[in-house]
């Protein structure tokens, strides 16, 4: 016997250009100058190559953890290049494009993958976390982050980002309740790529949308096409913007995929997806569509953009030899860095394992 | 100076912390308004507004993360856990996370959180709020933690954890919060954390205990001393982890007797790691096997057994007894 409706909630999906780079939704073009949108093109092409070269090196050995991100570069460019540099990540292990632009020194990224500490060193001036390995932990940090912001009246904002599968943690949640309750200035960027390694996003939840997620929280929830990088910068820009001003957090969900396997330590997609799925996935590609938009403009070129894959090349390779460079780790030298001021137990193990004494 | 219980002087630390340093903050569950549950953070809302102490919602992994965060940022932090038996909801937010970021970051970030809880037996709490879980915290790395015995300690400890650069845990026993009252002076002094206190000399045994124990193992010693003429030396720990094993060692080397105290379950705990740090430094001083008197491997009691369960003041004068005999 309902008597009447007390709340109702909707739930917008934003797609500026469709697959084959029209736009349709004018309206939401970003105002980008030509230059910008030469430089989301140039990055994501970076992204691309860069995880190309990422699995090679992975199949050589060469790298540690890596978690591919081909088929993410939409998601990815388009919601760091809303966000200003004294703006602050929160990523998760997928997210090295993210803190590349971000200002994080790549062979550092190589070493953060190698399980070296300088990899997780993040240089001053450069505003981030390490990327975090346990699903969502990072989520209920940005709150605080976002909370050391208003409290101290800076005009940033905290953006974290997590996965389909994060949604399902009581830290995403919590998270953005206290960001909601708080009115903090914090983004909560999902990339949905349809998987949490071999688990498809209907077993995470029953609910039709992650972005609906944020409705229990009272915080805006916004569904984007998370392959079109005009549709991913808009709704960034509109979200960081608006906890810019005080206005609040904002959780995205972008729509996306990923066609490698879930990370290069043994993940074989074969065993729970088809080539269909893939295939359907691949022609929504997001370098595709924003190339040709982009040609349509006369802002593309088939040379311009082999100058830049070269670039991206030489860019990785010569990360690649400072990574290589890093002085070894010691066992006293991580001792060194569980305290400020060693306690004496450590004192005396940090001697041991220098073999200063015999115990 | 004034009389002052425990709860007291952890409100008058909190509130000489929050006037000296702008970037502590304090909150928790119901710690604005409502001055928390002990009323451990009354009127501090008042006075220093609602930015620097505040209510959160009701979540330990957020109210930890949150902490983390503003750590980060080169906040101050002092969360409170409602009731440390609630610790498993932000497990991985300390365990994990907190005691984690100096490392992790190879010292770029660090976290200067201090997590205050009450805990303890003997209160009749319900379920998951009297655990005494600070065995979990010592085989933690990157953490601290502190169990003050008294209200002086308390006011001192705190301020020292406050202001030291890494994570601390302070647990707070409950039964101490109102037992007795001590003169605390007003003004702002330390307690460095690691250092153990021996309370009592004694030249036959020592007994090593924290917390609501050391009162526990004073008791026995003060009726040892009465019933046997025999002197028991008690050591009251105030940080478990890490080990102040100096003054334990240097205690044994007089008594070359020593039992543990301990009111958290026996294995595994801060009493098998205390053991195992005289086994390596003070083995050749001991003319008997070190004893523990703690409850037996079962989970918290029941709260109309828990009296039976709990370490007594006899128990500990039979262990005394016990490796006296040996
Ligand atoms: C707390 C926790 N549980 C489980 C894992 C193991 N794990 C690593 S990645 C992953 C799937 C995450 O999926 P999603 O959030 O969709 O992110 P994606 O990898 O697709 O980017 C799982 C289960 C973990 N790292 N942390
Ligand atoms: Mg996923």
């Known amino acids: ?359 | 100076m004034a009389q002052m219980t425990m709860i007291q002087a952890i409100t008058h630390a909190l509130d000489l912390e929050l006037a000296r340093d702008e970037r502590v903050l304090v909150f928790g569950e119901d710690v604005g308004k409502n001055g928390g549950v002990f009323r451990a953070t009354e009127g501090l809302q008042q006075k220093y507004g609602p930015n620097r102490v505040f209510d959160t919602p009701l979540a330990e992994s957020g109210i930890i993360g949150l902490a983390n965060g503003l750590a980060i940022q080169g906040f101050r932090p002092v969360p409170e856990i409602q009731f440390f038996g609630f610790v498993f909801e932000a497990f991985d937010q300390i365990a994990g996370q907190l005691a984690r970021t100096r490392y992790r970051t190879g010292g770029r970030y660090t976290a200067p959180v201090t997590i205050r809880s009450p805990f303890g037996g003997g209160v009749h709490t319900p379920e998951m709020h009297a655990d005494s879980l600070e065995g979990l915290f010592v085989q933690t790395p990157g953490i601290k933690v502190v169990i003050p015995s008294t209200p002086y300690d308390a006011k001192g400890l705190l301020l020292s954890a406050i202001r030291d650069p890494d994570p601390v845990i302070f647990l707070e026993h409950m039964k101490l919060y109102r037992s007795f009252r001590q003169e605390v002076p007003e003004d702002d002094y330390t307690i460095p954390l690691g250092v153990a206190n021996v309370v009592r000399e004694g030249k036959h045994v020592t007994v090593i205990a924290y917390g609501a124990m050391v009162h526990v193992a004073l008791k026995a010693a003060e009726q040892w001393s009465k019933e046997k003429g025999l002197e028991a030396e008690v050591i009251d720990l105030r940080t478990v982890n890490p080990i102040d094993i100096d003054t334990i060692v240097a205690s044994i080397k007089k008594t070359n007797r020593a039992i543990v105290v301990q009111e958290a379950q026996r294995s595994a705990g801060a009493a098998a790691e205390i053991i195992a740090q005289i086994n390596e430094n003070a083995i050749y001083y001991l003319e008997a096997p070190v004893l523990r008197a703690t409850p037996p491997d079962t989970v918290y009691p029941f709260g109309m057994i828990e009296d039976e369960w709990l370490p007594t003041p006899e128990y500990v004068l039979a262990t005394l007894d016990k490796v006296m005999s040996l």
Request: include cysteine; hydrophobic fraction near 40%; glycine fraction near 8%.
């Open chain 1, 1 to 359: 016997m309902l008597s009447q409706v007390v709340a109702r909630f909707e739930i917008p999906y934003v797609q500026v250009l469709d697959e084959n780079g029209n736009v349709v939704n004018p309206d939401l073009v970003p105002g980008l100058s030509d230059d910008d949108l030469r430089e989301l093109m140039k990055r994501m092409v970076f992204t691309r190559i860069w995880d190309q070269r990422a699995i090679r090196l992975s199949r050589q050995g060469r790298l540690g953890f890596y978690a591919p991100v081909s088929g993410q570069e939409a998601s990815m460019i388009g919601s760091e290049f809303a966000t200003k540099k004294e703006d602050f990540l929160l990523p998760g292990y997928r997210d090295i494009p993210q803190l590349y632009f971000h200002g994080y020194p790549l062979h550092q990224l190589f070493l953060y993958s190698r399980g070296h500490q300088l990899g997780g060193k993040v240089p001053e001036g450069v505003h981030c976390m390490v990327p975090q390995i346990i699903i969502g932990a990072q989520i209920v940090q940005a709150a605080g982050v976002g909370l050391a912001f208003k409290l101290r009246g800076e005009k940033r904002v905290a953006v974290t980002y997590t996965g389909d599968g994060g949604t399902s943690q009581g830290d995403f949640y919590e998270g953005m309740n206290f960001a909601g309750a708080m009115n903090l200035p914090v983004v909560f960027f999902v990339q949905n790529n349809q998987y949490a390694i071999s688990v498809p996003r209907e077993l995470q939840t029953r609910a039709q949308t992650l972005a609906q997620k944020a409705i229990a929280a009272g915080i805006p929830g916004v569904q984007v096409d998370g392959m079109d990088v005009l549709a991913v910068y808009h709704v960034m820009h509109e979200a960081v913007e608006r906890a810019r001003n005080g206005e609040g957090p904002t959780m995205i969900e972008a729509v996306t995929f990923r066609y490698g396997p879930h990370t290069m330590s043994g993940d074989d997609p074969t065993r729970y997806r088809t080539k269909d799925v893939q295939e359907e996935w691949e022609k929504k590609d997001p370098l595709i569509r924003f190339r040709k938009f982009l040609e349509e403009k006369g802002l593309w070129s088939e040379a311009e953009e082999q100058a830049d894959i070269e670039e991206a090349k030489e860019i990785v390779n010569n990360a690649l030899k400072e990574a290589d460079a890093a002085e070894k780790m010691t066992i006293p030298g991580l001792i060194d860095t569980m305290f400020e001021e060693l306690t004496p137990t450590l004192k005396r193990q940090r001697a041991e394992f220098a073999g200063e004494e015999a115990n």
